[in-house]
């Protein structure tokens, strides 16, 4: 009887063990992710704002185009965008866009309990991002707020708050709010298109190695299409959290310009990101086979 309680005392403290490894193993998974999914958004932000700032202070510091313009900002995030999947795809899968993430838990392609982990690491790296790009290009703002008007003892404008943040091309009084809608879903949606496709082993089965590269080209390709209206915002995460940055740091119009359209690039890439990913799972998805 001893022996036998001995045994079933042991066998308790043996699943014990497991069940708090398995438990640790899962927090730790939980973390990598999150810590992941940071540093990647930190990096698309950086180098994509990046390009933003380099074109439209160096532009405006000299007086002329020698920095470029649309073309490099568009190159600019599809590569900042190739970087980050290279950095955090390996543990994450790299998403780096709260509507990707949304998307891909839509599809059951991540479970769902892991999205507001995802989140919280884009919504963060994003903003530190942001608070780094401020600081690094600190002069140059000001440098360019004191081009526009020699008065300005300090405050920013919106001569510069397009570095942080995307802003309707056109005067709201020439571009419906419906277009702005349907520009921010359209053009998420094409970017889920492309990385479910891209990522489908039954499509085209493209090398892990490239993967990276296809995605970010992809977005420049969007942006090259459909930067007009609306500047190519399609991810909460890169416009949101810098927009919070520049209302904190003393910008006054980020969330009352353009009759307050903020929450145009920020709720409604959800949607398009849904769309697009169900969209591709219907019309392609679902007619592949494993090994075909």
């Known amino acids: ?27 730790n998974q939980y973390v990598r992710e999150f810590l992941a999914e940071t540093l990647g958004t930190f990096a698309l932000v950086i180098f994509g704002d990046g390009a933003v700032a380099q074109v439209v202070l160096g532009n405006a510091a000299r007086g002329n185009s020698f920095f470029g313009g649309f073309l490099n900002i568009s190159f600019g995030y599809g590569l900042a965008l190739m970087i980050g999947i290279c950095i ?29 982990i995802y989140m919280a690491g884009q919504y963060l790296g994003a903003f530190l991002a942001a608070l780094v790009l401020w600081g690094e290009y600190a002069d140059a703002i000001k440098i360019v707020e004191l081009g526009q008007d020699p008065a300005n003892s300090g405050s920013y404008t919106s001569a510069t708050h397009v570095i942080f943040a995307s802003y309707p091309f ?34 085209m089965n493209i090398q892990s190695s490239l993967v990276p590269f296809t995605i970010g080209l992809g977005l420049t390709a969007i942006h090259l299409s459909f930067g007009l209206n609306a500047g190519c915002g399609i991810n909460p995460a890169r416009d949101f959290s810098p927009r919070v940055l520049t209302i904190l740091a003393g910008w006054e119009e980020p969330f009352k310009a353009a009759d307050s359209w903020f929450w145009i690039p920020w709720l409604l890439p959800h949607v398009g990101g849904v ?16 090994g075909e």
């Open 1 to 27: 009887l001893k022996k036998k309680n001995s045994a079933s005392s042991t066998l308790k403290v043996v699943t014990e063990e497991k069940n708090s490894m398995k438990i640790g193993k899962i927090t």
């Open 88 to 116: 955090s795809g390996g543990v994450s899968g790299g998403h780096l866009n709260p509507a990707v993430t949304l998307a891909m838990a839509a599809v059951k392609n991540l479970k769902w309990i892991k999205v507001p």
């Open 170 to 203: 056109f005067g709201t009084n020439q571009v419906t709010t419906l277009s702005l809608v349907m520009d921010q879903m359209l053009g998420t949606a094409m970017l889920l298109i492309i990385i479910v496709a891209v990522t489908d082993k039954n499509n």
């Open 275 to 290: 769309l697009g990913a169900g969209l591709y799972k219907v019309m392609v998805g679902m007619h592949t086979k494993d």
